[in-house]
């Protein structure tokens, strides 16, 4: 259990510092590149929700996210120096595959019913996660990717940051959950069952988180990752030193990833058409 | 008597919890909410109350009643509790509910689950509550038609019945840690288990500990397991202890139905009575504490916590006893010409 309480603290912590350093870049044109191909919005105050949805998944599992994509793909455990190198349009390693993500955030939901449709008829027991940002929950093709999912009880959970899905997807047949997205435990437990419920082939659920979005520095009670340190060295599970050292790790970690970034050789697959088209 | 009042507190997030995924556990729409509010409202203005004061939300509850003011209607006058700034936590429960008791509520309304009427009922002083069922566990609101609930509130607020005749005070468990004091309405439950995490309470694998302040046999939720052993009606000074263990290492197995669409076996080592005013410790330290069902309390390693069934809970209103007493009053009757040319 500590493992995987150190595990969800790093991938927290990875996510934070992250977000905080591309900030950094942002603000201070810090890069020697004077490039900067992929944007970055915030997600800071988020991870817990990335983190407790986004550890029950694997290989077999798509996850769509909103501009803010970046931050889910590091919790579904993309390499992280590859995705700040691809952020500066560069490449480290192999190429990694870039995520669902969509401007346009109606599309996600009907993207994620794809893949999750395709998991149902190649019955590898994957599910899809569509997280659901800014007003997302509002366009039409959300309410018919809904309607889809529901109809042919694709396993997929739709996670909507919208105040009141829960209660609209109750025509739909859907199950809608309020969770405070802030609480890692409250997030990893409530998507746990949702998932396993998906996977076996129990259909799909709305999970509803409510946040307030940070711009500046986030602390306080707010603050998922302040929450989730008091929880697990209050109840003496993990010592404040282990969680120091992971701290420590992660700032190296990026700062090495920076350094890689700003370094590597320009990404020869960085091209608006990747992943658009394909040839039949 | 000065303007008559009455509040409303709805609960936005109420029925939306994780027995949604685990259970059958029914979702209770928005839009039924505020229907109930404004069913509430129609009662009140029958009964000639001044003034409704009412919970806000962001959850489309209060915005619902606000379009249907502007449209017009036979209500009383209509204020929102607007002076503190939501949260979208139990703290606009607390908030609402101490705006409507300083503006001299008579009864105060409340739309929930147990884990509602328990936030409203540790901050109405000694005014009355009628808690209505919208959530998922309901051992404590009753499942009643929201007009006649009004109806029973509003004569009770505007004081054509008197409240001593109509109304009980209820026994609570409060729980007292190093940093907190809780109350529960129906029952505290000790978790081996971590962290609060999704807060509801489904999984009876993990429990050490239960206290009941009443057990019914027909109840739901956890007070069921001592209403199928050694059942204690809710108009006893008494409530119940339990400890549980395993199932395969206790005596006694009770099939019970913990939350809607969840019968699980849940094993009794042994039960007892809970007198009022004695004070147990709970073998709590580094587990969680459940309040009417809902994980509460995350107790550090070494951390104490106690627990006392104390009768000096909220009163409530038994809308039965009300409803019978405004037609002994004649309350709800007008006799017209035709009637009294009748009688002569």
């Known amino acids: 259990m500590t493992d995987a309480l150190r595990g969800a603290y790093r991938v927290m912590r990875t996510i934070r510092v992250f977000e905080e350093r591309l900030r950094q870049e942002f603000t201070t044109g810090e890069f020697t590149t004077g490039e900067l191909p992929a944007s970055g919005h915030r997600y800071a105050g988020e991870e817990a929700l990335a983190t407790g949805v986004c550890l029950h998944l694997d290989a077999r599992d798509a996850i769509a996210g ?15 120096k590859a995705v700040l190198a691809e952020i500066h349009g560069r490449q480290i390693g192999s190429r990694h595959p870039p995520g669902l993500a969509n401007g346009a955030l109606g599309g996600v939901p009907m993207l994620i019913c794809g893949t999750a449709l395709a998991a149902k008829q190649q019955d590898t027991g994957g599910v899809g996660v569509a997280f659901l940002g800014d007003d997302a929950a509002n366009p039409g093709t959300t309410l018919e990717a809904l309607h889809l999912a529901s109809a042919w009880h694709l396993p997929v959970i739709f996670v909507a940051e919208d105040i009141g899905y829960a209660d609209r997807v109750v025509g739909f047949g859907v199950p809608g959950v309020i969770v405070d997205g802030a609480d890692f435990f409250a997030v990893h437990e409530v998507a746990g069952e949702a998932i396993d419920r998906a996977r076996g082939g129990g259909g799909p659920t709305l999970l509803e988180v409510g946040f307030t979005r940070h711009r500046g520095p986030v602390g306080g009670d707010h603050d998922c990752l302040q929450r989730f340190r008091a929880r697990v060295t209050g109840s003496g599970e993990l010592a404040e030193q282990v969680l120091d050292d992971i701290d420590a790790e992660v700032a190296k970690l990026i700062e090495e990833s920076v350094a890689e970034a700003k370094t590597a050789p320009k990404s020869a697959w960085y091209d608006s058409a990747a992943d658009v088209y394909v040839s039949y | 008597m000065g303007e008559t009042v009455a509040g409303i507190v709805a609960n936005p997030a109420s029925g939306r919890d994780i027995r949604r995924l685990v259970a059958q556990a029914s979702v209770f729409p928005t839009s039924e909410k505020a ?11 029958v009964t000639g109350l001044d003034r409704a004061l009412l919970s806000t939300d962001l959850g489309g509850i209060s915005a619902t009643v606000l379009r249907a003011l502007g449209r017009g209607g036979t209500w009383p006058k209509v204020d929102f509790c607007e002076d503190d700034p939501l949260t979208g936590t139990a703290a606009d429960t607390t908030n609402a509910v101490r705006r409507m008791v300083e503006a001299g509520a008579g009864v105060i309304v409340v739309l929930g689950g147990d884990g509602t009427a328990r936030v409203a009922a540790a901050a109405c002083d000694d005014v009355p509550l009628l808690a209505l ?3 998922t566990n309901n051992a404590f609101p009753q499942v009643r038609e929201a007009t006649v609930a009004g109806l029973a509130a509003g004569l009770i607020a505007t004081g054509q019945i008197d409240p001593d005749l109509v109304t009980h005070r209820v026994s609570v468990l409060e729980v007292v840690t190093k940093a907190r004091r809780e109350i529960a309405l129906v029952d505290v439950c000790v978790s081996l288990s971590r962290h609060i995490g999704a807060r509801a309470l489904w999984d009876p694998s993990s429990l050490t500990e239960l206290y009941c302040t009443f057990a019914e046999p027909d109840g739901i939720g956890l007070s069921s397991v001592p209403g199928q052993l050694c059942p204690s009606p809710r108009s006893s000074p008494d409530g119940v202890a339990l400890q549980l263990g395993p199932v395969g290492e206790t005596p006694y197995v009770v099939q019970a139905p913990i939350a809607p669409g969840l019968v699980r076996p849940v094993g ?5 009575l809970l007198r009022p005013g004695v004070r147990v410790e709970l073998a709590a330290a580094g587990g969680v504490i459940a309040l009417d069902g809902e994980r509460e309390l995350e107790l550090k390693t070494g951390e104490s916590a106690f627990v006392e069934l104390k009768p000096d809970g909220p009163w409530v209103v038994d809308v039965r006893a009300a409803m019978a007493e405004a037609a002994r009053k004649g309350l709800l009757r007008i006799e017209t010409e035709l009637g009294k040319e009748r009688r002569r």
């Open chain 2, 133 to 135: 069922s919208t959530g």
């Open chain 1, 66 to 80: 909103t501009h803010r994509r970046h931050d889910h793909r590091i919790a579904k455990g993309a390499d992280v």
């Open chain 2, 268 to 272: 009794v080592r042994g039960w007892g």
């Open chain 2, 35 to 45: 229907n109930m509010v404004q069913r509430v409202l129609a009662a009140f203005a």
